[in-house]
């Protein structure tokens, strides 16, 4: 689950700043904590992720879960659809953006293409002609692009209320929060209502993928954070990363036999 599905869309600019500060500090100031040979580099905060992880999953699970249920009982699967479809057309007018300023210009083309039909002839999103067109998705955020410009991701962090993310995507937030549309509708009533619909409906989509990961993972937390790291890896890298060291290759490379 990421960043962008516990929520991260609803905090106000100055708590997106702290956050930010937040993961900094603790990056300097915890990379010591996880020690022992099962320690994942990728995660020096582990012992505060977890704790992280706990309280994230408590509150899912006391508030998000129930509601996402209910909602998914009783709202029609056809108004689901064109709810998300209708979000979905706000991920691509920001994705083009971060196309462009990625420099894909076939990726941008897609994405305003996409936008430019959905909104038009899609009832303003609601329905997602681009796609019967074959117009196809290409999301992006500016974490990736800051990744595709050569910053490195940095340690993993779960941040409160946020859930898994990285340094680097962490950094990014007060960006994708300036970039959402939503965010910037002035009126606060209709604004915290889509804010609130949003993070309903999308929170609903992992319902039937939640039990898979209960039953087939023996720890929920790693699953989670290996599943995460994978997934945002393939992102920055359009499907493609480049080969990755192990620690023993990386071991060798430092200290050659003779």
């Known amino acids: 689950m990421s960043a962008r599905f516990f929520g991260g869309e609803w905090i106000e600019s ?38 992280m992880f706990k309280f994230n999953d408590a509150v899912d699970q006391a508030v998000l879960k129930p509601v996402a249920t209910v909602y998914q009982d009783v709202t029609p699967k056809l108004v689901r659809q064109g709810i998300g479809n209708f979000f979905g057309n706000l991920v691509d007018a920001w994705s083009f953006v971060n196309n462009v300023l990625q420099l894909k210009a076939e ?29 196809e998705r290409f999301t992006e955020d500016f974490g990736q692009t ?17 859930g898994p993310t990285t340094l680097r995507d962490t950094v990014a937030l007060p960006v994708d929060f300036k970039g959402d549309a939503v965010t910037q509708i002035n009126d606060i009533p209709v604004r915290n209502t889509l804010l609130a619909t949003r993070l309903v409906d999308q929170r609903a989509v992992f319902l039937g993928a939640e039990s898979v990961i209960e039953e087939g993972a023996l720890d929920k937390y790693s699953f989670i954070r290996d599943s995460f790291l994978q997934r945002r890896r393939n992102m920055v890298f359009d499907g493609d990363p480049p080969d990755e060291e192990s620690p023993e290759e990386a071991e060798q490379v430092a200290s050659p036999s003779k």
């Open 14 to 51: 100055g708590w997106a700043n702290r956050l930010c500060l937040l993961a900094l500090l603790l990056c300097l100031g915890l990379t010591g904590c996880a020690t022992g040979p099962n320690a994942n580099p990728a995660d020096p905060l582990e012992p505060f992720n977890r704790s």
């Open 146 to 162: 800051l990744g595709h410009w050569g910053v490195g991701a940095g340690p993993y962090v779960v941040l409160p209320l946020l």
């Open 107 to 135: 990726a941008a083309a897609s994405s305003l293409m996409r936008v430019s039909f959905n909104t038009i002839f899609g009832l303003g999103g609601i329905l997602d002609v681009a796609t019967e067109l074959k117009l």
